[in-house]
Antibody
Framework: EVQLVESGGGLVQPGGSLRLSCAAS????????MNWVRQAPGKGLEWVSY????????YYADSVKGRFTISRDNAKNSLYLQMNSLRAEDTAVYYC???????????WGQGTLVTVSS | QSALTQPRSVSGSPGQSVTISCTGT?????????VSWYQQHPGKAPKLMIY???KRPSGVPDRFSGSKSGNTASLTISGLQAEDEADYYC??????????FGGGTKLTVL
């Protein structure tokens, strides 16, 4: 069974930093591309970032480019999102999501809440 | 990276059919046959219901179907059931490994 478990969310002040983690199990993590997707409270889904299976190809949404960094450790079956210069509008539940064929998302974690507030 | 356009809400009675539209551009929906649909119940993670415009993952009832014409994709749910009440999101590949989601549609089963 595919399992994706996010952690690392919490309350952070504007301008601060946070690192999210996603532990993957139930599939060969190193063979799959991965994404981060977020959902602001009461709002829709927003794609944040993509990383290839090897980590060599990375893309970001314009809204986070230059502030967020996606990475992975295939030896640890883990995906990460380093978030810097956080803003109030970054407040959201952040989902770790498995990709297939580099075009669509098939499995999602349960999400971790990030709140940016003073 | 503008969001795809979905109706804010749709409704139907048990047993009826409803269709949710998802309008994008030639750079996303119209340019690729990589449209997916997700069901999200309150407080839960999204669940994949349709991929590649019209394909259903194993375990998804055949009451759910997808289609596309030009820059607009559609999700049709036939034989509505109470458990279908949820938010539905479309998503399209937009090139260079990027994706764009719709704003979401709240389905109410009357």
């Amino acid at each position: 069974e595919v399992q994706l478990v996010e952690s690392g969310g919490g309350l952070v002040q504007p301008g601060g930093s946070l690192r999210l983690s996603c532990a993957a199990s139930g599939f060969t993590f190193s063979s799959y591309e991965m994404n981060w997707v977020r959902q602001a409270p009461g709002k829709g889904l927003e794609w944040v970032s993509y990383i290839s299976s090897s980590g060599s190809t990375i893309y970001y949404a314009d809204s986070v480019k230059g502030r967020f960094t996606i990475s992975r450790d295939n030896a640890k079956n883990s995906l990460y999102l380093q978030m810097n210069s956080l803003r109030a509008e970054d407040t959201a539940v952040y989902y770790c999501a498995r990709d297939f064929r580099g075009t669509q998302i098939d499995y999602w974690g349960q999400g971790t809440l990030v709140t940016v507030s003073s | 990276q503008s969001a795809l356009t979905q109706p804010r809400s749709v409704s139907g009675s048990p047993g009826q059919s409803v269709t949710i539209s998802c309008t994008g551009t030639s750079s996303d929906v119209g340019g690729y046959n990589y449209v997916s649909w997700y069901q999200q119940h309150p407080g839960k993670a999204p669940k994949l219901m349709i991929y590649d415009v019209s394909k259903r993952p194993s375990g998804v009832p055949d009451r759910f179907s997808g289609s596309k014409s030009g820059n607009t994709a559609s999700l049709t749910i036939s034989g509505l059931q109470a458990e279908d009440e949820a938010d539905y999101y479309c998503c399209s590949y937009a090139g260079s490994y990027t994706r764009v989601f719709g704003g979401g549609t709240k389905l109410t089963v009357l």
